[in-house]
């Protein structure tokens, strides 16, 4: 992590990781108790995907990192090929992120 | 599970471009293991997000772990279980031990399937530490261009994943308003934009799913869908 991070990496993961088995464990309370197809679990499900979408799109166009310093253009070059050869191989996930990394490993060598 | 132990991989890349430890990233996979969140812990942390922030984000992307545990155990539940092991077993359900698990209930026995969700759970836990620590040591000491490739990893995967089931009018406006908001927002509050993203474009995007004329359009989407199933 870089100094902007004040807090010990332990103490983040532990919190995260906590947070995370609390959904496992209200499932495992819940379960058989409500519909797993009710208006609130519709709701949860759009703001993960909201959340995540925001993030890797974010990923992608404004990473940190190394990947910070490689050119805007070779990023979406690269995404742009995972994403045309995943519907092209019929929705392929394998192949979509083999090609788009392939693609990254060329324009960047 | 060899796309999963991939991003496991990228995982293990990521936490080394950024300056965690190894421990800490077994830690990580270890005691979260689930993905999604474990990223965007590592990436909120190194972008200087307060502690409140990351945990908030990370309970809002795994709480969708909630109803897959809630709809997976009914289907392996046996009375002569005790209750505390499917607090264990719970641990082992993520998104790919549960699609696994659904898809052979039927050519399962109630008396298997328990069995059957702690093995092949069990399997894909254990895995997901050497796919870590191959990742984050591989980072240090293949070419800069295949570093650069295994942090892109993740991303790419996660994007595609999306892209995959597009049958839902919900889903399709929360990815859209999600991948509108996230970067626009990031510019002006880097350490909350995240959860205002989520927030804020998933509760528009299941609003609107609700209004009449999308859910007329819905039905009209899962018509034209159906003869390529």
Redesign the interface.
């Known amino acids: 992590?870089?100094d902007?991070?004040l807090?010990s990496?332990?103490?983040?993961?532990?919190?995260?990781?906590l947070?995370?088995?609390?959904?496992?464990?209200?499932?495992?309370f819940?379960?058989?108790r409500?519909s797993?197809q009710s208006?609130v679990?519709?709701?949860?499900?759009?703001?993960?995907?909201?959340?995540?979408?925001?993030?890797?799109?974010?990923?992608?166009?404004?990473?940190?990192?190394?990947?910070a310093a490689?050119p805007d253009w070779v990023?979406l070059c690269?995404?742009a090929t995972?994403?045309l050869v995943?519907f092209i191989a019929r929705?392929s996930?394998?192949f979509?992120?083999l090609s788009?990394?392939?693609m990254?490993?060329a324009l960047?060598? | 599970m060899l796309v999963m132990s991939a991003s496991f991989v990228g995982f293990g890349s990521m936490l080394h471009d950024a300056n965690w430890s190894v421990w800490e990233a077994l830690y990580s996979t270890l005691s979260t293991w689930a993905l999604p969140g474990q990223i965007a812990m590592a990436e909120m942390a190194y972008s200087g997000a307060p502690l409140l922030a990351i945990v908030l984000a990370v309970g809002f992307i795994n709480a969708r772990l909630l109803p897959l545990v809630a709809s997976l155990l009914p289907h392996v539940r046996r009375a002569d279980v005790p209750t505390w092991k499917y607090y264990a077993v719970a641990m082992l359900v993520a998104a790919t031990s549960w699609v696994g698990t659904m898809r052979r209930l039927p050519d399962l026995g109630q008396d298997q399937r328990l069995h059957y969700l702690t093995g092949y759970g069990l399997a894909l836990y254990l895995a997901t530490p050497f796919a870590t620590v191959i990742g984050y040591y591989l980072a240090g000491q293949v070419p800069q261009p295949i570093t650069l490739a295994l942090v892109f990893l993740n991303p790419l995967y996660f994007m595609l994943l999306f892209l995959f089931d597009l049958h839902q009018a919900a889903k399709v406006l929360s990815l859209l308003f999600g991948a509108t908001l996230g970067p626009w927002l990031y510019l002006y509050i880097p350490n909350w934009s995240l959860i205002v993203t989520g927030l804020v474009g998933g509760t528009a995007a299941w609003w609107l799913a609700r209004t009449p004329w999308l859910q007329k359009a819905q039905l009209h989407l899962h018509d034209k869908a159906r003869p390529d199933e």
């Open positions: 992590m870089n902007a991070m807090y990496p332990i103490l983040v993961i532990t919190l995260a990781a947070s995370t088995y609390a959904a496992r464990a209200a499932g495992a819940l379960s058989g409500i797993t208006p679990i519709d709701w949860i499900t759009c703001v993960t995907y909201a959340l995540l979408a925001g993030l890797v799109v974010r990923m992608i166009w404004l990473p940190l990192g190394a990947l490689t990023r690269s995404a995972g994403l995943f929705k996930v394998g979509g992120v788009g990394t392939l990254l490993i960047t060598w």
